[in-house]
């Protein structure tokens, strides 16, 4: 996608944002062995007993080292999901999309952290939208790409939860990224008519879409922006 690392907070290299819930699940494991660390060695260690505390920094080490194993297990898992859903899309392979989101669907895969692989599969299509993307012919052929998917898998939920981050994505083009205050005023309309597209599509959809628990999600985040 030409304008997939563009999106504001993505690393076109990783396919992965910011996420401050990563941040917190690391300093909770580094929290918790600490805690085991004070209650498994001898000793008090606050009285700075020379040999526990050579004991302590060698369980830190092994115990930090465990953790970082277990975070950088986690961007693989997010860097193959996203990688994949992109090259997939944008050869219009919608056969290997469908199958990799019923497995994830059925199955109820999580990556390493604990989150589920089916929201990852949908949060990679966040590539292909952004707030900075102005130029209507790129947002013309995602959007006929999306609803080509539709025409070929009509009874999937798949393609119409897409669409509705896809169409999500086009109203925030007009709103842009920046504060509320700093958006233009000519803005806000076209911003909430396009918004209001988006939950139609949402809502018109839920007899196929909403039997992927994904579309109460996407629904309500378009709701929420109302």
């Given at each position: 996608a030409p304008y997939a690392s563009t999106v504001p907070g993505m690393r076109a290299e990783t396919c992965q944002t910011a996420d401050p819930a990563h941040a917190s699940y690391f300093y909770h494991l580094l929290a918790s062995a600490l805690s085991i660390m004070e209650e498994?060695?001898?000793?008090?260690?606050?009285?700075?007993?020379?040999?526990?505390?050579?004991?302590g920094i060698f369980v830190l080490v092994v115990l930090c080292s465990l953790v970082t194993n277990v975070y950088s297990d986690e961007l693989a898992d997010r860097v193959e999901i996203g990688r994949t859903v992109v090259q997939l899309f944008e050869s219009d392979n919608f056969n290997e999309l469908e199958k990799i989101a019923g497995r994830y669907r059925d199955s109820g895969e999580r990556t390493s952290s604990g989150l589920w692989k089916l929201t990852m599969f949908y949060y990679s299509f966040n590539r292909f939208t952004g707030a900075d993307i102005k130029d209507e012919h790129y947002w013309n052929t995602v959007q006929s790409r999306v609803n080509n998917w539709i025409a070929q898998k009509p009874d999937s939920p798949t393609p119409y939860i897409v669409k509705g981050i896809i169409l999500t994505g086009y109203a925030w083009k007009y709103r842009g990224g920046t504060y509320a205050n700093k958006v233009p005023q000519e803005a806000w309309k076209p911003f909430y008519e396009n918004l209001a597209l988006a939950h139609e599509h949402m809502l018109a959809s839920k007899?196929?879409?909403?039997?992927?628990?994904?579309?109460?999600e996407t629904t309500a985040r378009i709701k929420k922006g109302l």
């Open positions: 498994a060695l001898p000793g008090d260690l606050t009285q700075g007993s020379a040999d526990n505390m050579k004991w007899k196929v879409a909403s039997a992927d628990p994904h579309w109460y």
